[in-house]
């Protein structure tokens, strides 16, 4: 895949800042273990491995070519209390990650002042959780109403007019959601959802936050 950023006056181009050819490969591996402890009561416990391999060849700045990969284990854990007249509790909590992008992997010179920077980490840690009730009373209709918290290691910021990346503080989202969907018929399925979320930075704030 090639990515380039590029200065341009009534759509003609006159100076490109950087370009460059990215390979990225991930595989994944999931495992799950489902125990029925009794009546209405289980757990599922999960392992996810992921490994990601970023290749980034610059055509502008050689500095800047390189190659990074990385590997993570994210454990999950659900655990579901039900069903009573159609309802279930279920609480899920777990780990991990996102993909930083792979030009700021390898990135060690800032391609528009030529000052020197630091690589950002391939993946980064994410863990969250999230206490909900999954109601089908209804025959056909499945609903889902979840209160949920998300917390990131770090958010990643593209700076556009240098082409660089600059990595930033901790990240923390929460937020509510109800999902609905009802099987009408054999082939048509509708599907319904609201959602409100918050996000702001760990440690900074308010004002200064997004979201």
């Known amino acids: 895949m090639g990515a380039a ?57 050689a500095a800047n ?26 609480v899920n909590v777990g780990y991990g990650y996102h993909s930083n992008n792979a030009r700021g992997t390898t990135l060690s010179v800032d ?16 863990r969250g959780g999230e206490l909900g009730l999954s109601n089908k009373f209804i025959h056909g209709l499945n609903s889902t109403l979840a209160l949920w918290w998300l917390q990131m290691n770090s958010e990643l910021i593209f700076v556009g007019d240098a082409g660089t990346t600059e990595p930033s503080g901790r990240s923390e989202r929460y937020g509510v959601e109800w999902n609905n969907d009802y099987a009408v018929n054999d082939w048509l399925t509708l599907d319904a959802s609201l959602a409100l979320s918050v996000a702001h930075y760990v440690g900074v704030p308010r004002d200064m936050n997004y979201g």
């Open 5 to 61: 950023l590029n200065r341009s006056q009534q759509r003609q181009v006159f100076q490109t800042v950087r370009q460059d050819d990215i390979s990225e490969t991930s595989i994944g591996l999931y495992a799950k273990n489902q125990v029925q402890w009794q009546e209405k009561f289980r757990s599922i416990a999960c392992l996810r491995a992921d490994f990601f391999d970023f290749n980034v060849n610059s055509k502008t700045l």
């Open 65 to 90: 070519s390189g190659q990074k990969n990385a590997a993570m284990l994210s454990p999950k854990l659900s655990l579901i209390f039900g069903p009573w007249q159609n309802n279930e509790i279920f």
């Open 111 to 126: 391609p528009v002042s030529g000052d020197n920077l630091s690589s950002v980490a391939p993946l980064v840690w994410s």
